[in-house]
């Protein structure tokens, strides 16, 4: 797994091509939907075979920021203590993919696992935040986003988004809905 590690020059270029990215937060979060570690890894390990995910972790003193977790689909919270969240890198990493590796074992054993086509797999989050790009334009252009509930809407609809995984079904539908709509309501 070392030998296959890279540094990108943001998050965008480091996530891209995953399908599902969940992030780690130690912040609570207005805007965006806060799962337990717990769920988060029982979302993961539902997830079809094949599917590239990602884990998420920002520097151990100011976390990830609000532009990061955008690219997220899920953000999760590892329970703390203290009454100042702070994660140390590491000890959240291990953690985390200790608890999957655990899950994963668990379930091994069993033949229920959900089968999903290709079809059902979410596309690589650079598709998805680009689905999401000429949705918001949409609404831009409509007027609905404008610059007094800009920040607002548009960390809600990445939240949103991320949390439905888009499949290349869904984008298709949101795409031919969207392209129905006249810019102007």
Request: some cysteine; overall charge positive; aromatic content about 10%.
């Amino acid at each position: 797994m070392l030998k296959k590690a890279a540094f990108y020059p943001d998050v965008a270029k480091a996530v891209g091509d995953l399908q599902v990215v969940f992030a780690s937060t130690a912040k609570r979060r207005k805007n965006f939907t806060l799962i337990s570690l717990e769920e988060a890894i029982k979302k993961i390990v539902k997830l079809p075979p094949g599917v590239k995910i990602g884990l998420l972790f920002g520097p151990e003193r100011t976390g990830l920021e609000s532009h990061d977790l955008e690219w997220a689909n899920h953000c999760f919270v590892i329970p703390q203590a203290s009454r100042q969240p702070s994660y140390n890198l590491a000890g959240a990493v291990l953690l985390t993919l200790f608890l999957l590796f655990k899950e994963i074992r668990s379930a091994e054993g069993l033949s229920f696992l959900p089968f999903f086509s290709s079809e059902e797999a979410p596309l690589p989050v650079a598709q998805q935040k680009e689905c999401l790009r000429l949705i918001m334009e949409k609404l831009r252009a409509s007027g609905f986003i404008h610059l007094t509930n800009k920040k607002h809407i548009e960390e809600r609809l990445h939240d949103l988004f991320g949390r439905l995984q888009l499949t290349e079904k869904d984008r298709k539908l949101l795409l031919a809905l969207f392209s129905e709509i006249p810019y102007h309501f």
